[in-house]
């Protein structure tokens, strides 16, 4: 097969860009896998033609010039009666689905170790956005000599940059879907982004009352006053800390650091206890 060939299997002219390659090719694998033309008898023939193709066009198989070795299939893969060209197609079509599972064990192993043997956590932490922290083994230390109250407490953060790699953007989104998903962390230090993202989607409680008491500057949250789908009336559900002297000293920083406790948190009131020494 030649790329000519390769390129009327596929139904394009010579010359079409990887992206539209790829578009076609993801095209045909759909509605072979929808059973379209089930009954066809070649339709097997027909969907290696179209792997064969794709992996021509896209540089990830090159067929041998004349008077070359011959490829040789995985002896292994061929025991196991996996097809290696189809295997290749498929970890490249399902890359992103992978690598979020694979992501999700990671972290499903880190919390049962976390869990097993360890002292209770008094107060758990989490940052999430383009919110920074060098050393949270200092953060955390600062915090526990401020509230000697508490045995134990965990830090944990989900961080964005720009400029990060697609994989590495997947990652920190899967493992923002955990922290909030989990239900564990009590109180959240976002940018202001994810603050309005997640607060739509009422993850927050007011802090209209905590807010009063703890006399923080109204100018200063006055855009912090949001809406949620279940309640239209504007309401405090985050805190500017941008200026704590607590978050500067344990080396946390952020262009915007909004403090947010989660709605129905386990610890509520060292949440509200932390908020207090954070604008101080």
């Known amino acids: 097969m030649d790329k000519k060939d390769a390129y009327q ?3 394009l002219k010579e010359g079409a860009s990887k992206e539209q390659i790829q578009n ?13 033309d089930k009954d066809d008898k070649d339709s097997q ?22 008077g070359n070795k011959p490829y040789k299939p995985n002896p292994i ?4 009666g996996v097809d290696e ?7 490249y079509y399902y890359k992103f689905h992978i690598i979020g599972a694979i992501v999700l064990v990671i972290l499903a192993v ?24 060098n050393d949270t083994e200092l953060f955390k230390q600062n915090i526990l000599d401020k509230m000697p ?35 564990t962390v009590d109180i959240f230090f976002l940018d202001k982004d994810s603050y309005e993202k997640f607060c739509l989607q009422g993850a927050f409680a007011n802090l209209d009352e905590v807010a009063g008491n703890l006399k923080a500057d109204e100018d200063k949250n006055s855009d912090l006053l949001l809406k949620t789908e279940e309640d ?44 207090e020494l954070l604008l101080e």
């Open 110 to 133: 880190f919390f049962i170790k976390d869990i097993v043997g360890k002292v209770p956590s008094d107060l758990d932490v989490a940052l999430v956005g383009e919110i920074y922290c």
């Open 45 to 66: 023939v027909d969907i290696e033609r179209i792997d064969m193709a794709y992996n021509l066009l896209m540089g990830y198989h090159i067929e041998e010039p004349a």
């Open 232 to 275: 239209q009336e504007k309401h405090l559900y985050g805190i500017d800390v941008s200026d704590s002297k607590l978050l500067e000293e344990s080396g946390v920083i952020g262009e915007r650091i909004i403090a947010a406790i989660r709605v129905n948190a386990k610890h509520y009131e060292n949440a509200v206890r932390m908020l």
């Open 85 to 91: 060209k189809k295997a290749q197609n498929f970890l």
């Open 149 to 183: 109250e508490l045995r134990e407490m965990s830090i944990d953060a989900a961080t964005f940059f720009e400029g990060m790699d697609g994989q590495m953007e997947y990652a920190m989104n899967m493992k923002t879907m955990v922290l909030f998903g989990g239900g």
């Open 9 to 11: 299997i596929l139904g």
């Open 24 to 36: 076609k090719y993801n095209i045909l694998i759909k509605r072979y896998r929808m059973g379209i």
């Open 77 to 80: 893969l061929k025991k196991m």
